[in-house]
Nanobody, 124 residues
C-alpha cells in the first residue's frame, strides 16, 4: 500500500515562498496512470485542491491558485514537491499530499492514500 509523508517548514513569512515535499513509499510516482496531488485545509474551512502531477510529469493546477503554484518531482527520490509563492496569512493551513485517482483532465475529486498532513503558518 502506498504511503505518503509531507515535510517542510512549519512557519513561513508573508511574501515568501512556501515549499513542501511529499515522500512516497510502497509504490513509484512514475507508475503508469498514477497521479499525485496537493490539498490544503485552512482553519475552520473545507479542503481545497491545489494541483496535481501525473506519472509522466504533466501538471494541472486549481485556477484560483495557478499563478502562484508550482508542482515538481524528483523521480530518483520518489518525491514530489509544492511551491506556493507570495504567501499571505490566508495561506495558513494544513497541507496534505495524496494519490489522486483521477485521470485525463479530471483531477482533484477522488483520492486514495493520504499523508498525515503538515501545518504551515504564514506569519511575520
Amino acid at each position: 500500500q502506498v504511503q505518503l509523508q509531507e515535510s517542510g517548514p512549519g512557519l513561513v513569512k508573508p511574501s515568501q515562498t512556501l515549499s513542501l515535499t511529499c515522500t512516497v513509499s510502497g509504490g513509484s510516482i512514475t507508475t503508469s496512470y498514477y497521479a499525485w496531488s496537493w490539498i490544503r485545509q485552512p482553519p475552520g474551512k473545507g479542503l481545497e485542491w491545489m494541483g496535481v502531477i501525473t506519472y509522466d510529469g504533466s501538471t494541472y493546477y486549481s485556477p484560483s491558485l495557478k499563478s502562484r503554484t508550482s508542482i515538481s518531482r524528483d523521480t530518483s527520490k520518489n518525491q514530489f514537491s509544492l511551491q506556493l509563492s507570495s504567501v499571505t496569512p490566508e495561506d495558513t493551513a494544513v497541507y496534505y499530499c495524496a494519490r489522486d485517482q483521477g485521470s485525463g483532465s479530471y483531477y482533484g475529486e477522488l483520492f486514495g492514500s493520504w499523508g498525515q498532513g503538515t501545518q504551515v503558518t504564514v506569519s511575520s
